[in-house]
């Protein structure tokens, strides 16, 4: 198991490393469907949930679960307890749900400027296709 210790002399252990790339590190663990997925379902979950409940919630493989479980305690975003044969998963902390409802919301409010300007040229009129092999090209 990973330690959570880091050598002070470590140049690369979190203390000794810039804000900014400690803070890269974190959305690397976000940085793929699936574990935002995961970390979504443990949001909402009122209680731990085991392997079983989220391979049902997410319909994953148990081996692309558990590799994503991993990366994700790596990052410090979820603990892992183990109670008898089974694994029990929750967020390390609150704030993961925080942080996951603004990036909803900061995602929804690019979509909906998004669509509004795609709206927006619905109304413009049609551009002249160039064809390259026309008449009018080669005569440029």
């Known amino acids: 198991m990973e330690s959570l210790i ?3 002399a470590d ?3 979190d203390a000794n490393r810039p804000l900014y790339e400690v803070t890269a590190n974190l959305f690397k663990g976000l940085a793929h469907p699936v574990r935002v997925r995961v970390l979504e379902v443990l949001a909402r979950a009122e209680s731990d949930l085991s392997v079983s409940d989220l391979l049902t919630d997410t319909g994953l493989e148990a081996s692309h679960l558990s590799q994503h479980l ?3 305690r790596r990052h410090n975003l979820v603990l892992a307890e183990r109670r008898g044969s ?3 998963y929750r967020l390390a902390c609150p704030q993961v749900a925080d942080l996951l409802a603004v990036a909803r919301q900061l995602l929804v409010e690019i979509l909906e400027t998004t669509q509004k300007n795609l709206s927006n040229t ?3 009129p049609r ?3 160039s064809d ?3 008449a009018d090209a080669v005569a440029r």
């Open 122 to 124: 619905v109304g413009l």
């Open 70 to 72: 991993s990366v994700l």
């Open 6 to 8: 880091h050598d002070a």
């Open 86 to 88: 089974l694994v029990f």
């Open 132 to 134: 390259a092999g026309s």
């Open 127 to 129: 551009l002249a296709r």
């Open 11 to 13: 140049p690369f252990a």
